[in-house]
């Protein structure tokens, strides 16, 4: 390794520490503090630790809110996800196989897409129209529909690398076209199928807006709408507030470091063609 490398490693490495690990830190001091120690904001060490008092009391807020968050928010990600893999799978199957005038228009809106914003008020009368307002299977709908064209992107991609050999070999044998997705394709879209749960479950987990415009009332409430419980117009428990962050923020932290090498494994499978 050349001195230029290692400087070059130690600075990504700081860089890293940096925009990183600091933050963290500096949560997590905060959410052991007092209500008038973490009123100074202030990255220094706590004059009196408060962590398991504050984490009980965050627990217990509201009839134990972050709790039901939890629950609300596990409900919508297994939901979305599950749904997103599924039919994201079956979408970028077909543009890849099967090219054409009809696949080229449907590809153009899944770029539409990702390009233009979702409509807030149509949105609301589509849902109101079909009695999913403030339910959670309306909400996971919405992720599924806002999060489909990344995902059907991840698939086509991938999919493009598996020779069309297998498909021709399958038929040979007899098999449908479903029965060629299902027993042939997807068990080899093992990588991609990773890499698209562990991001578009960070996704929808963390998701913010889309909980507060489509979902609300008390009892749908998701994790990342319960930071409201400790900061208002008249008064901030910032020490209460920072460890919510820090209970909010470690589940899809540990998913992270441990998947992180799928994550990009599975970005960059179907970058080349082979």
């Known amino acids: 390794m050349t001195r230029r490398q290692t400087w070059t490693g130690i600075a990504a490495l700081a860089a890293a520490t940096l925009i990183f690990i600091v933050p963290f830190v500096f949560i997590f001091l905060m959410a052991a503090k007092t209500k008038q120690d973490a009123s100074r904001f ?3 060490w706590p004059a009196d630790w408060q ?28 939901g979305a996800v ?6 994201a799978a079956l979408v970028g199957y077909v543009l890849q196989r099967r090219p054409g005038r009809m696949s080229n228009v449907v590809y153009g809106f899944i770029l539409a897409g990702l390009m233009i914003p979702p409509a807030v008020v149509p949105t609301i009368w589509v849902l109101q129209g079909l009695g999913l307002f403030k339910t959670l299977h309306g909400m996971i709908l919405i992720q599924i529909a806002y999060n489909l064209a990344f995902s059907v992107l991840l698939y086509r991609s991938f999919i493009g690398t598996i020779p069309r050999d297998l498909d021709e070999a399958a038929i040979i044998d007899g098999a449908k076209p479903l029965q060629i997705f299902w027993k042939v394709v997807l068990p080899l879209l093992k990588p991609v199928t990773v890499t698209n749960i562990v991001v578009q479950s ?3 987990f963390n998701d913010f807006t889309n909980p507060l415009y489509y979902l609300p009332g008390k009892e749908n409430v998701t994790v990342q ?3 409201y419980n ?28 441990f998947f992180n090498r799928q994550i990009v494994a599975g970005m960059t499978a179907g970058a080349v063609k082979g």
């Open 230 to 257: 400790f900061q208002g117009q008249f008064l901030s428990q910032f020490n209460l507030l920072f460890m919510n962050i820090l209970l909010v923020t470690i589940p899809p932290l540990i998913v992270f470091i």
């Open 202 to 204: 960070l996704a929808v």
């Open 225 to 227: 709408l319960t930071l």
């Open 51 to 78: 962590l398991w008092q504050n984490f009980v009391e965050v627990i217990q807020t509201r009839n134990y809110m972050l709790l039901l968050a939890y629950f609300n928010s596990t409900v919508i990600t297994v």
């Open 42 to 44: 202030s990255f220094a």
């Open 82 to 87: 599950t749904g997103l893999v599924i039919l």
